[in-house]
């Protein structure tokens, strides 16, 4: 008589542990899916700050272009203005010549001045036009930012969001993982965990669902099938090594 119940115990208890074991999957499975949600959105926020400090640094770079465009203008200005005067100046010179080779000397400089003249005004035309295309740049840097900073705002608040949210579901789903994990002995956890680390979706126990594997997807035999439905065995599938339970003990409706 003792010896039935004992092994009615040991088969509850296994029972009791695939339970547990299909528990702590469901429930490691949604702060999974916590994790991932949270997961992304610091990611999005860190994206958001790198993309704004971009343009803050392209908007500084084209501001000192500008900047720096300006003083070459003033500077081409000067030339103009030098060159003016030089011309004005040989040009007196020239009706107090004493030959025709200093005529002609000065004519070669005042023609200089006046290429001089026209080279500034061509770069002071460039500069100018390159200037107007810098603050167009500036302008659509400063309206994508913005854009950006009102995006980056709203990513705050989702986050912060969430974090409150899922802060206190994750809180719960870890308190009831505590519990399942009190019905699963130190080895088999060990099992789950490791199990779950190696697979890529991290479900280390999956139900039988249409003679297959719900993790890999492979055929599991009907004799193999019968032993998990038993519940009387830990059972392990053959290909992905994760733990397999009856889609009854999952809580679904097998599909005959």
Not at 77 to 92: F, G, S
Not at 111 to 134: C, M, P, R, V, W
Not at 155 to 183: D, F, V, W
């Amino acid at each position: 008589m003792a010896t039935e119940e004992k092994n009615v115990e040991k088969e509850i208890s296994v029972e009791e542990r695939l339970k547990a074991l299909y528990a702590l999957q469901k429930v490691t499975t949604e702060i999974d899916k916590i994790k991932t949600l949270r997961g992304e959105l610091p990611l999005e926020v860190q994206d958001l700050k790198d993309e704004i400090e971009g343009y803050e640094t392209r908007i500084q770079n084209y501001t000192e272009e500008i900047k720096s465009l300006e003083k070459q203008i003033v500077a081409q200005k000067n030339v103009i203005e030098e060159a003016h005067a030089k011309i004005a100046k040989n040009t007196e010179l020239q009706n107090n010549v004493r030959n025709n080779r200093e005529y002609d000397s000065l004519s070669k400089e005042i023609e200089f001045q006046e290429l001089e003249i026209l080279a500034s005004e061509k770069k002071i035309k460039e500069y100018t036009l390159s200037i107007e295309n810098k603050k167009t740049e500036v302008a659509n840097a400063k309206q994508f930012r913005d854009e950006r900073k009102l995006d980056l705002t709203q990513k705050k608040s989702e986050l912060n969001e969430i974090i409150t949210e899922t802060k206190q579901e994750e809180e719960r789903l870890m308190e009831e993982g505590k519990k399942a994990e009190e019905l699963i002995e130190p080895r088999l956890l060990t099992a789950f965990k490791r199990i779950r680390k190696n697979v890529r979706n991290g479900l280390a126990v999956v139900p039988v669902q249409r003679d297959a594997c719900g993790g890999c997807f492979n055929k599991i035999p009907p004799q193999r099938q019968l032993d998990i439905r038993l519940r009387k065995k830990i059972i392990v599938c053959e290909y992905c090594g994760r733990i397999l339970v009856d889609a009854e003990l999952a809580g679904l409706q097998e599909s005959k």
